[in-house]
């Protein structure tokens, strides 16, 4: 089965870090990029970060930069999302995507992940 598995969320206090994982089954990440989106309560999903098959990063959030970075492992079929300084307005579901062009469009991917909830809160 074609499956995006998104985990590694949680609760995590002002100024925390975590580290999602996307792990990739059923198909091959090499030739695609891996988006991440995140969607809080009541708001519109938006692109967070997008990462090129060739390694070029993309960034579609001015609220995260110098705070969030993605990167990818092929050899693990794996991506992720580290983020640092982490505060309250982060916190969302956070889903990663796969597809063949970064886009902060999420009708443009064609695989997705369940979402791992990050909630930031004292």
């Known amino acids: 089965q074609v499956q995006l598995v998104a985990s590694g969320g949680g609760l995590v206090q002002p100024g925390g870090s975590l580290r999602l994982s996307c792990v990739a089954s059923?198909?091959?990440?090499?030739?695609?990029?891996i988006g991440w989106f995140r969607q809080a309560p009541g708001k519109e999903r938006e692109g967070v970060l997008c990462?090129?098959?060739?390694?070029?990063?993309?960034e579609y959030v001015d609220s995260v930069k110098g705070r969030f970075s993605i990167s990818r492992d092929n050899a693990k079929n794996t991506g992720f999302l580290q983020m640092n300084s982490l505060k309250p307005e982060d916190t969302a579901v956070y889903y990663c995507?796969?597809?063949?062009?970064?886009?902060?469009?999420?009708?443009?991917?064609?695989?997705w992940g369940q979402g791992t909830q990050v909630t930031v809160s004292s």
């Open positions: 995507a796969a597809s063949r062009y970064c886009s902060d469009n999420y009708y443009a991917y064609t695989f």
């Open positions: 059923g198909f091959t990440l090499d030739y695609n990029v």
């Open positions: 990462i090129s098959a060739d390694d070029v990063t993309t």
